[in-house]
């Protein structure tokens, strides 16, 4: 079982998938922006995480294609 920040269960998933272990995702949390007219400081906040986690991604994919990530385990090989 894998419990951590709904914003960040995607990023973890991918990790934990790498080396082989298949845990069930639980969110801790369910972060949302709030509708405003006006410019919110945790809108922005919730911006930065969201992009935080897509660059986290990204660079996991990056990795991979360079070679720099040790070598992807099978589920059931771990």
Not at 5 to 10: E, G, K, T, V
């Amino acid at each position: 079982m894998l419990v951590s920040s709904a914003i960040h269960l995607r990023r973890s998933l991918l990790y934990f998938a790498h080396f082989g272990m298949m845990p069930t995702p639980v969110r801790a949390d369910d972060l949302q922006a709030t509708p405003s007219p006006l410019p919110l400081a945790f809108n922005f906040a919730m911006a930065d995480y969201a992009l935080h986690e897509w660059i986290g991604i990204a660079r996991y994919h990056v990795y991979n294609a360079l070679g720099w990530n040790p070598a992807r385990v099978n589920p059931g090989q771990a």
